[in-house]
């Protein structure tokens, strides 16, 4: 159907739209609008968790200080650098310098990727504890006893980074389809609108890291 | 409130002859008033109808004659150009305003009346259960009344309400009251009945199958007899001249166990009784055994022993309810269900 | 294009270029279709086949509740019965149906623009959809579902039944839902024509707009509530049930924090279409445009804050119950305002009673009972007693079928020579609406009065003074389920041996009605230019402008 697009259009332009500006206003309000429903989501989460913290206040304040404040920090440092990184490659897209975008791009993957790893090593220390969501928690029988009802904890603390990792799968998913197509040289001054939606999603998944954080790893 | 008693003298009569069953005042109208609180109520819900019935009327007779005046005659006919005027729109928004925070004011007064009991309310505790009702009087231990409750003509009652498994909820339509009994929570609900009589209790909040069997009586009776039927409630003795059978078959019906058997086949939460006794049966893991008086002892009291294969383990344990010559009484009962 | 209107231009159309149908064959071409008014069409059908699967549902349990006793299905089946009819037609049925066949249809049109903002993202919320509702049918041959279209916990998180599916079904279905209101909110700020100011956009787009709002802020909140209680059945992790620990009202604050503005997701279309039907069929201006148009924004935000009207014998605190009282009567009044303001249009008009006039005349009718019984509920002393019986039925079946599926229904008459360019037999079309209005009162009216009688809902087997009502109420099902079938078959009728449709049958102003019926694959030959307001019709008569402004 795009088919239609003819001669007068220029390359990015889809048939519907009249101008690029038209197009990439569209797209950036779009990719705002699916942010808010994002943040939304993710409320209804802390919401939960505030109940939660709230009924149970002594449980939620022993049970997290077995989440290692360490690899919760390094993940946050590393987080805000990838944000860094992605800022710079939008900046790059913008000016036009491929190089850079390409390089910040691949920053960004990496970081996220660390993340990835660091998660998995304290997801394993949690199975491997038997510190597991609802009727599968079993740490006592590894010699660990919390009081009240622990597996709700772990359950949210589940759900909540579980959730918050598929984002950052997606996010290298993406980041690496971007990248993709930075290398096909797609990306200049005049058509950057991918770029800059990517690296706003990735603020976003960024951004509720900043807040679990805090919540689940720093109780006090 | 003075508008409370114009809506009054239009709600169904007060003393109109006791009814067999509480919903026959009438097929159009609100169901008895046997509460203190179900004359309001039922002011309330009158003052509502009228307010909407006026703007009922209104509206559909303004569209109605319009549609007579202003039908169309002509292909070309002309209309008229406006599109706006604020006076009638703000007087048409202020006045329902109006009319709406008269009608909350009216239903938060009445509401909050409801939520906190008199303190020389009489406690009674109920328990929401798959699929039945036990009521039980802190004030006469021993007392357990099942899909029944027994309450005295003007004196306020509390009840408490908490639930075994999943949420049901309390309703007596001719006390206009209700409340969910949550599980792992306990609800109150408090109320002063006014007329003798015999009331239905219903579960309004959906709990699975039998949902709508989880039927009750409220029985009514004059503060004289009150003490007497709760005394009679809390004893379950055989009775002069009374066969055993029979006796077992007032505790199949006084203790609840109708709620999940039946004696004429059909299926329920557990197994029918017809024909129980001798029957053979296969249990969940597997083994199997007959029906006998040991099996039925253990089965009363600890249910989940053995569970017969194709149910779930859902019988409460009757440890310390029943003695051994009640059991020994519904096993007679039992025998007689060919 | 015989009646040009002094409003609107839009470039004549040269009648040579193939309609939208005749553009691209074969089916793959409507599969993988890019095309606004295609992807409308297959809501259109597939909403309707839905609509007929939910009612079949509601003719049988309705068929149970002939007797007290329960004669023709087990308990366990008329549970499944209803918990299907109530979230088949919620999920697959109302919530998608006006956005997704006519917004989809008609929003671009209405705009000038050549299709919806994204495409593409459009084709994928329809295949969400169909996902969605895969799932649903999943549920029905795994077994069912019984847990009521509201899946309350505990017994949601216990029950044997499909619960998971199901409520992954509808978490998918709310992605759909929010990928078409995220794309309509985007279309209407950024793909209006040259001259189409937001206080020239027709109605219609005003009521889809804020729908799409909600969509977006609500829809999110469901999806995790629904995420959360699948993973409750599955992990125990213990927040809604109350054996491990948590709390089964915080499930039910969750859930109408959603479903609330819920409600209003599926009436603003019904009161989007509602306008244009009555507007056009009397030719008058629309009466308080702007009233309108606010109002639907202000019932989109006060609509979040009244939830807790579900709840008032939960056991959630007093005062919350006394503030959402209070809040749930703020939200009349903007409703109030609409209806007075159909009326008012009516006024000095030129009506016609065409099949479209005639379902936006029964709206105005049901609807205000509907709305008008929400009063009794949202009163906290009477809804105590009416709460969970067959009052609450009746409210929501004469706001939702009464309100939202009548509009859609007149919508449908009302845009079907656009959509596929022939004429259905307006004699068949009355005695349609005849039947629909007289079945449906029937079937409805006297659940008033059981309710208030105290009939629970939900109930499989009732006392036996309540069967009057129940046989009145069954009765009036069957007259309304032939009165649609009834609907369906001319309307198809009318595809095959259908007259040809002129362009602007009912001199209509909005853009839509300046393209061919139906339209070409890009709408317009250029972009439209909008020099008025699109309820400026030819016959309003302004020698004298003696009224009032
Ligand atoms: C399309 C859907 C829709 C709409 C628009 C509404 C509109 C309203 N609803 Fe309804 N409602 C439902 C769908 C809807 N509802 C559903 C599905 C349920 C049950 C869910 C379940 O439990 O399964 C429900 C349940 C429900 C309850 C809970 C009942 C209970 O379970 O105890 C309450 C309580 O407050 C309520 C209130 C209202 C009110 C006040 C409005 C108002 O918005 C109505 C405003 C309209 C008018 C007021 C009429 C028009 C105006 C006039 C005619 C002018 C004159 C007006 C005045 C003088 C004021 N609704
Ligand atoms: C959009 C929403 C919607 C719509 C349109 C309807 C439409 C109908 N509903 Fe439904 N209903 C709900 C939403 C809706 N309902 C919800 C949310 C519930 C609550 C569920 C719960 O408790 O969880 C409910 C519950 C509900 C109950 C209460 C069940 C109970 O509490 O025990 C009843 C009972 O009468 C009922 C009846 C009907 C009927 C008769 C129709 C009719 O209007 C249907 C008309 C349509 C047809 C009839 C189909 C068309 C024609 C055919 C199939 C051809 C065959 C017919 C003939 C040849 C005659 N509905
Ligand atoms: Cu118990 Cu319904
Ligand atoms: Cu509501």
Redesign the pocket.
């Given at each position: 159907m795009s088919a239609i697009a003819t001669a007068e259009h220029p390359e990015h332009l889809a048939h519907h739209f009249d101008t690029l500006e038209q197009q990439a206003a569209a797209a950036k309000l779009g990719m705002w609008l699916f942010l808010a429903t994002e943040i939304l989501m993710f409320s209804g989460l802390f919401l939960g968790y505030f109940i939660i913290r709230m009924f149970y206040p002594e449980m939620v304040l022993e049970a997290h200080e077995y989440l290692s404040k360490t690899a919760g920090g390094v993940n946050t440092v590393v987080l805000i650098t990838s944000s860094f990184t992605m800022a710079l490659a939008v900046r790059a897209a913008q000016v036009g310098d491929q190089k850079n975008l390409i390089r910040n791009l691949i920053f960004t993957i990496g970081f996220a990727g660390v993340f990835m790893v660091v998660k998995y090593f304290e997801y394993s220390a949690k199975f491997e504890h038997g510190m597991l969501p609802g009727k599968f928690y079993h740490a006592w029988d590894h010699g660990y006893y919390i009081e009240g009802l622990p597996h709700i904890f772990f359950g949210l603390y589940f759900c909540m980074t579980g959730l918050h990792g598929i984002h950052v799968l997606v996010g290298i998913g993406v980041l690496t389809w971007i990248l993709l197509r930075a290398k096909k040289g797609e990306f200049g001054p005049s058509y950057y609108t991918p770029v800059e939606n990517v690296g706003l999603y990735w603020h976003l998944v960024d951004l509720v890291w900043i807040f679990l954080f805090p919540l689940l790893y720093l109780v006090r | 409130m003075n508008l409370s008693t114009l809506f009054l003298a239009m709600a169904p009569a007060k003393d109109a002859p006791l009814p067999p069953n509480d919903a026959k005042g009438g097929p159009w109208s609100m169901p008895i008033q046997a509460s203190t609180f179900a004359p309001e109520t039922d002011a309330i819900y009158l003052f509502i109808l009228v307010?909407?019935l006026i703007?009922?009327v209104g509206?559909i007779g303004a569209t109605l004659y319009f549609m007579r005046a202003y039908r169309r005659r002509s292909p070309d006919q002309k209309t008229s150009s406006i599109t706006h005027n604020g006076k009638v729109e703000f007087l048409w928004s202020a006045?329902?305003a109006v009319?709406?925070v008269v009608i909350f004011l009216w239903s938060e007064v009445a509401f909050m009346k409801q939520v906190v009991p008199p303190s020389d309310a009489i406690d009674i505790r109920v328990k929401g259960q798959k699929w039945f009702w036990t009521a039980e009087y802190p004030a006469n231990p021993g007392v357990q009344l099942n899909n029944e409750i027994i309450v005295p003509v003007g004196v306020p009652v509390r009840v408490t309400l908490t639930s075994e498994d999943v949420i049901h909820s309390f309703f007596i339509p001719a006390f206009r009251i209700k409340r969910d009994a949550v599980p792992g929570r306990y609800t109150t609900v408090w109320f002063e009945a006014t007329r003798p009589g015999d009331y239905n209790l219903f579960c309004a909040e959906y709990c699975g199958d039998q949902h709508s069997e989880m039927r009750g009586v409220v029985h009514v009776l004059p503060l004289d007899e009150y003490e007497a039927a709760l005394e009679e409630a809390g004893r379950l003795e055989l009775e002069q001249g009374e066969s055993l059978a029979a006796f077992g078959e007032r505790i199949y019906t006084r203790k609840g166990c109708n709620a999940c058997h039946s004696t004429d086949g059909t299926t329920k939460t557990g197994p029918s009784w017809k024909g129980i006794y001798g029957a053979d049966r296969t249990f969940a893991d597997g083994s199997s055994g007959k029906v006998d008086d040991n099996y039925i002892r253990e089965s009363i009291l600890e249910p989940n022993a053995k569970v017969v294969a194709g149910f779930t383990p859902q019988m409460p344990s009757f440890q310390g309810q029943l003695n051994d010559d009640q059991i020994t009484a519904l096993i007679e009962f039992m025998k007689t269900l060919k | 294009m015989s009646d040009k209107s002094k409003g609107s231009v839009a470039p004549d159309v040269p009648a040579t270029e193939p309609s939208f149908w005749e553009a691209d064959k074969g089916l793959a071409s409507w599969l993988f279709t890019l095309d606004h008014k295609r992807l409308g069409v297959m809501y259109l059908v597939s909403t309707m086949i839905f609509l007929f699967v939910g009612g079949a549902a509601a003719l049988l349990l309705r068929t149970e509740l002939l007797t007290p006793e329960g004669d023709i299905f087990s308990a366990t089946v008329y549970n499944k019965l209803f918990t299907v009819h109530?979230a088949v037609m919620?999920f697959l049925v109302?919530i998608p149906s006006v956005p997704g066949a006519l917004g989809n249809f008609l929003l671009p049109l209405m705009l000038g623009a050549k299709d919806v903002a994204f495409p593409r993202l459009n084709l994928l919320s329809f295949w969400v959809y169909t996902l969605g509702a895969m799932f649903f049918l999943y549920t029905l041959f795994a077994g069912g579902l019984d847990t009521?279209?509201?899946f309350y916990t505990p017994y949601s998180s216990t029950t044997g039944t499909s619960v998971v599916s199901a409520t992954l079904g509808a978490f998918i279905l709310g992605f759909s839902s929010i990928l078409t209101g995220l794309n309509f909110i985007v279309t209407v700020h950024k793909m209006r024509a040259p001259g189409l100011t937001w206080n020239r956009l027709p109605l219609f787009v005003w009521g889809i707009y804020a729908t799409a709002v909600i969509q977006i802020l609500a829809t999110p909140v469901l999806a995790i509530t629904l995420l959360l209680i699948t993973i409750e059945r599955t992990l125990n992790i213990g927040i809604f049930d109350p054996a491990m620990g948590g709390d089964p009202v915080l499930f039910q604050h969750f859930f109408w924090f959603y479903?609330h503005p819920a409600?209003?997701i599926?009436?603003l279309p019904?009161f989007a279409i509602e306008s244009e039907l009555i507007a056009v069929h009397s030719r008058k201006h629309i009466f308080g445009y702007k009233a309108i148009a606010l109002s639907s924004v202000a019932?989109a935000i006060i609509s979040f804050l009244?939830w807790g009207?579900?709840m008032?014998?939960s056991g959630q605190s007093e005062l919350a119950g006394v503030i959402f009282?209070f809040l749930?009567?703020a939200?009349?009044?903007p409703?109030?305002i609409k209806?007075?303001s159909w009326v008012a249009t009516l006024y000095k008009g030129s009506i016609e009673f065409n099949t479209p006039m005639l379902y936006g005349l029964m709206f105005i009718f049901t609807?205000?009972i509907?709305?008008?019984t929400?009063?009794f509920?949202?009163s906290l002393a009477t809804?105590v007693h009416?709460?969970?019986t067959y009052f609450?039925v009746a409210?929501?079946h004469y706001?939702?079928m009464g309100?939202?599926i009548i509009a859609f229904i007149g919508g449908i008459h009302h845009w079907w020579s656009k959509m596929f360019g022939v004429n259905y037999s307006e004699k068949a079309a009355k005695i349609g609406a005849l039947l629909v209005f007289i079945g449906f009162n029937m079937t409805f009216f006297n659940q008033f009065i059981l309710g208030q009688q105290g009939m629970p809902r939900r109930y499989y087997t009732y006392l036996p003074q309540f069967q009057q009502q129940h046989v009145l109420s069954t009765i009036g099902a069957y007259i309304l389920g032939a009165g649609l079938l009834w609907t369906a078959i001319y309307l198809i009728h009318s595809l095959r041996r259908g007259e040809k449709a002129t362009s602007n049958p009912w001199h209509g102003v909005s853009l839509e009605w300046h393209t061919q019926s139906p339209p070409i694959q890009h709408n317009f030959h250029g972009t439209p230019v909008v020099t008025s307001d699109p309820y400026d019709f030819p016959e309003i008569d302004r020698t004298g402008e003696t009224d009032r402004h």
């Open positions: - | 307010l909407c703007s009922f509206i006045i329902p009319l709406l | 109530g919620v109302i009521g279209w509201t479903s409600v209003y599926m009436i019904g019932i009244v009207h579900h008032f014998v009282s749930t009567f939200v009349a009044v409703t109030a209806v007075f609807f205000s509907g709305g008008l929400g009063l509920l949202g809804d009416l709460h969970d609450v409210h929501f706001v939702m309100g939202t």
